[in-house]
Each structure stands twice: as C-alpha cells, then as structure tokens.
C-alpha cells in the first residue's frame, strides 16, 4: 500500500487511510475499462478509415491527413471546456451536489454551442488558406477542402455531444459514452465500406463519401448521447427543456476560470502539432502518407491510455470533492503504474506487428517498408506518451488546467517544432526528425507534470 503514497501525502494527511490496493485496482478498472475499450475502438474504427481511404492512393490518405490538425484547432475550445466540464462536475459528484452538477452542464451547452457556432463559420470561408497552411500541394488541395468543409458542418452537434459524454465520464458513467461512441463509429465504418468505393449499390464517392459517412456517424452519437440525458431522473445527470437556461454570470465565470486554460493549452498544443505537421508536409506526398500510418498504429496504444487518463480525472476530482486527498493521490499514482505496463504491452506488439500492420494502410511496398522501418523508432514513444498523458489527467481532474497549459506550451510549442525542424531539415534526418522531437516532447512533458503531481499543490485548488 504504501507505494501509493508518497511521504509527502502522509505528512499532508498523517490521519490517513486507504482502501487495500485491490480495492482501488478496481475502482479504477470499473471505470478506465470502458473508456478505454471507447477510445480505443474508436480509434481502431478511425485506424479503418484511414485504411479504407489508403486504398484510394498515397494522395488520397495524405489528403485526409493534412485536414486532422486543423479538424482538432476547431474542437480545441470544446476541448478546453470539457477539462472544465470534468472538473467542475467531479467534484460535486463527490458533493452529491446534483442540482449544482446539472447547472454546470447547461451553461456549459449554452457557452459550447456559441463557440461552436464561430468556429463552423471560419471553418467554412478558411478552409482553403487554412489547408495551404498546412501544406497541402497541387495533388492533395481540393480533396482536402472538400473533406474538411464537409466534416466541418456539424461542430455544434460534435460539441453538443463532446460536452455530454464528458459529464457523464466525470460522474463515472463510463458505459454509456462507449455504447454512443462505438455504435456512432461502427455506423461510420459501414457507411465508409458503402460509400468510398461504392458497395451494395451507392455511389463511389472518394473522400466525399468519407466525410458524409463521418458526419452521419458522428449525429448519430449525437442523437444518442441527447437521449442520455435528457429527463433522466433516475441518473445524476439530467435536463429537460423546461429547466433554467439561462446563462448565470457566476457559473461561467467558474467554468471559464478552469476551462480558460485548458482552451489555452489546445490552442496552443493543437498550434504546436500544426507547426510539427506542416514540417512533415513539406517533405511531400509520401512523407505524409507514412506518417499518417505511422500515427494511426501509435495512436492506439495513446488511445487506451486516453481511457485510464479519463478515469484519473474521474476519481481524482470526485475524491477531492469528498476532502480524500490521500485517495486521490493513491488513484493517480495507482493509474501510473498501470499506464506503464500498458505501454511496455503495447511497443512489445507494435515492434512484432509492424510491416503486417503497415501492410493494411497501403498496397504501395515503399511505403509498407519506410513505415515499418520507422515504427522502430516511433514506438518508443509510448512509453513517455502514456505516463505524460495519465499524469496530466490526474491534474486535470484536479482543476489543475492552468499548470497543465503552462507545461504543454513550453514543450509542444516551442521545444517540439524547433527541434523537429532543425533535426529533420538543417541536420537532414527528414522524417524521423519529427519523431526525435516528439519523443522529447513526451519526456519533457511527463517530467514537468509528474514533478507537479509529486509536489501536492493540485490538491489544494477550490472549485
């Protein structure tokens, strides 16, 4: 038991006493599991997308490829707010606060729907400039438009249903965003089969009919994720149309004094990826094609990650609510240890699996090869990449945005793209010199925010 805490915790709270370690083993399992499993068929669902579309050409996956960033720097503000989101409701969860909770969360709809509003507006008149930005060449410029515009059209559902499935992460409700997110996406993936290359009698549709099948997929989670809460009351979380809608200047003024800098750290993470990206893009067509795969196989390992970092935030927020900083502490550092041996499971597959899994992006067997040759190096980042993550959702959890946001500019926006760049153009690297970067990225990130966890300031922030 006492490896889960540190000397620290036990000065802080000399009184202390904690469940046996099986006990909170699995509380944190009855709720990372499902947001795991969530995450990570969602970006399994995603990893087919790419392959589906991978099938159409290098062109046509690095089209779809360049539009992700600049996708993220639209739902970085809904992001940003779903920190606060978790925050805020954790902690009267922990208060068995229900009437503060529900408030929280309609303003929190009001506010997201206004920002989503503005975003589908520049999305739409800047999507060419934005996509040149990015690099986007001759072969890849108009697919990308096309395909971003496209998916692009329905932010305020996306944030809708983004700032849903948070609250009910925040109260433990782990179950139900994975039943709206993996039937939203499996409804994706058969669309994609139907509509990209034209089966069972639709039309062949490219990259048109990538994006339509995304967006039917994604008002599908919405539509489920509305009926979650709509006038539940047997469930912790519940609104109806006839509730207070109004927006009350102190309850936003608390969500934005958390989220604010949670919005900051996207922003500027989301800037950062785009800077890191447009230097992959410069290194032309099939650069970005092998990246792209690359990063879809990577992902999966940060996508079952993702899951334990939502239940750190989950269980840290709700013990702090409940005056348990102990247990709080004993839940992040439990969920630690945990995201490592995750991660050891993880490079040990992707450095068996490599060439079969690039094999199922592309039929092109340069591109097979220059992927597999790089994935191993690239999978060395899971290690770094899973303990960061974790750790910056225990701070999360927390309210602890404003550490987090200062953490993730210093190393994404500025260490990332500097030495990215000069490895990859000034000392000639090419491609692996974005993944040098992000691997030094992952450490610096997982050392300033462990110091943070390890130093006991997050438990002291009131919300």
């Not at 969360?105 to 999507?127: E, K, W």
Request: proline share 2%.
């Amino acid at each position: 038991m006492n490896i889960l805490l540190s000397q620290k915790i036990k000065n802080y709270k000399p009184n202390w006493q904690l469940p046996q370690p099986s006990k909170i083993l699995n509380n944190i399992l009855k709720i990372s599991v499902p947001a795991a499993l969530e995450v990570f068929l969602i970006g399994l669902i995603g990893m087919f997308d790419t392959m589906m579309v991978g099938r159409l050409g290098d062109a046509a996956i690095a089209s779809v490829a360049l539009t992700q960033q600049p996708l993220f720097i639209t739902l970085s503000a809904g992001i940003g707010l779903n920190a606060g989101v978790i925050a805020i409701i954790a902690r009267k969860r922990g208060q068995q606060d229900q009437e503060g909770a529900n408030n929280y969360l309609r303003q929190s709809l009001m506010i997201g729907v206004m920002i989503a509003i503005v975003m589908t507006i520049l999305a739409f008149f800047l999507a060419k400039p934005f996509l040149l930005l990015a690099g986007a060449k001759d072969d890849t410029i108009d697919n990308s438009v096309l395909y971003f515009r496209i998916v692009s059209s329905i932010l305020i559902l996306n944030y809708i249903r983004l700032i849903i499935t948070s609250a009910l992460r925040a109260c433990g409700n782990t179950k139900t965003t994975l039943a709206t997110n993996v039937t939203a996406n499996i409804i994706n993936v058969f669309l994609n089969y139907c509509l990209i290359n034209g089966n069972l009698g639709f039309p062949a549709l490219g990259i048109k009919g990538a994006a339509i099948a995304t967006i039917i997929g994604n008002l599908v989670a919405f539509v489920i994720s509305i009926f979650a809460i709509y006038n539940r009351r047997n469930q912790f979380l519940s609104v109806k149309l006839t509730d207070n809608w109004r927006l009350d200047k102190e309850s936003c003024g608390q969500i934005f004094r958390i989220s604010s800098s949670a919005f900051v750290e996207q922003l500027g993470m989301r800037v950062g990826f785009f800077i890191s990206a447009k230097i992959v893009n410069s290194l032309g067509t099939e650069a970005v094609a092998v990246n792209a795969i690359i990063q879809s196989i990577i992902s999966l390992s940060f996508n079952i990650t993702d899951g334990f970092a939502i239940g750190a935030s989950s269980l840290v927020g709700k013990s702090l609510g409940e005056k348990r900083e102990e247990l709080a502490f004993a839940y992040g550092r439990m969920t630690q240890i945990l995201s490592f041996f995750i991660g050891l499971f993880m490079f040990t597959f992707v450095i068996i699996a490599r060439t079969w899994l690039a094999s199922l992006f592309s039929k092109e067997f340069t591109t097979i090869q220059a992927a597999s040759d790089m994935m191993l190096f690239a999978a060395f980042i899971i290690f770094p990449q899973s303990l960061q993550w974790v750790t910056t959702g225990i701070l999360r959890g927390a309210g602890d945005t404003r550490y987090t946001a200062r953490s993730s500019l210093i190393s994404v926006m500025v260490i990332r793209p500097v030495l990215s760049y000069t490895i990859c153009y000034l000392l000639g690297f090419g491609l692996i010199g974005s993944w040098i970067g992000m691997f030094i990225d992952q450490i610096i990130r997982f050392l300033l925010n462990n110091a943070r966890f390890t130093n006991l300031k997050w438990i002291r922030i009131k919300i």
